[in-house]
Every structure is written in structure tokens, then in C-alpha cells.
């Protein structure tokens, strides 16, 4: 089960979605992660509706379950603020 995307980046750059590799991203750090900021990333193929399967096929939320992410914690305090 995932946790609700907080938009820190966390997943894209640990591992690449399939739908991401299909669209010729390397494994890890997906080149459609975009944003540059934690708590403001976002995936350019779901902004730009080249794919709108999101919550069949994208890992959206993944990283997020994950307990060594540093990034979540960070989008957490910055949402508290």
C-alpha cells in the first residue's frame, strides 16, 4: 500500500517506473522527473498526458512507503510549516 505522493522525488530516483524505462529512461534517476525542488517534483508524462494510467502503471507513492526516505521527512516539515 502506498502513502499519498508528497511529491519529493524520493521514487523516481531511486528506481525508474516501467512506463518511464519504455520511454527510454535509464533505471535509476528518471530523466521525467521533473522540478528541482523537494515537495515540488512531478513526472512530465503524466504532466503533459502522454500517459494517463497513473494509478495503474506508475509507481507514484512507492518511494514514499520506503523507511530511509531522507526526502519524505524534508516534504513533511516543509508542508508543517
Known sequence: M??????????????????GLAHGAE?????????NEIGKYSCFLVDNMIYDHVDV????????????NSDRKKAEMAITR
Open 27 to 35: 533505471p535509476t534517476n528518471c530523466m521525467y522527473l521533473i522540478g
Open 2 to 19: 502506498t502513502k499519498p505522493c508528497l511529491r519529493c522525488g524520493y521514487c523516481c530516483k531511486k528506481a525508474t517506473c516501467s512506463i
Open 57 to 68: 502503471d506508475l509507481a507514484i507513492g512507492d518511494g514514499c512507503c520506503m523507511p530511509l
